[in-house]
């Protein structure tokens, strides 16, 4: 089942049928001691820190993946106004949550172009 996910709170051509509520996913990251060396050196440069560009991608990815898990056992087929959010535990750790409201969308009929 193919899930909309969508930074807005309607979804052009569509209305919400249901809303199952608040769905979210959270994944909890340490990049390695080699990683936060080379990434140490790298900012002594300056530039774009490519091991944390990666890491923080798909650490998103992953985040994105469980919300997803989690609204479709709730029975959604969106999630709506989807956020992320991220903050530091201790030195070497990020969290990554994505969330937002997990709903029923259905075909709006009253936005469909009439057909002649």
């Known amino acids: 089942m193919n899930i909309i996910i969508a930074t807005t709170p309607s979804i052009s051509g569509y209305r919400v049928a249901e809303t199952k509520g608040h769905v979210f996913g959270l994944v909890v990251r340490s990049r390695g001691l080699a990683g936060n060396f080379t990434a140490g050196l790298r900012s002594l440069v300056g530039g774009e820190i490519h091991e944390?560009?990666?890491?923080?991608?798909?650490?998103?990815?992953?985040?994105?993946d469980r919300m997803v898990q989690?609204?479709?056992?709730?029975g959604a087929n969106a999630v709506l106004s989807m956020r992320f959010d991220s903050s530091e535990i201790g030195s070497t750790m990020s969290e990554i949550v994505a969330y937002g409201t997990a709903v029923v969308l259905v075909p709006d009929a009253a936005a469909q172009p009439a057909v002649e």
Do not use: F, H, K, P
Request: zero cysteines; charged letters at 20%; a neutral charge.
């Open 70 to 74: 989690n609204a479709t056992v709730m």
């Open 52 to 64: 944390y560009t990666s890491l923080l991608e798909d650490t998103r990815r992953q985040a994105i």
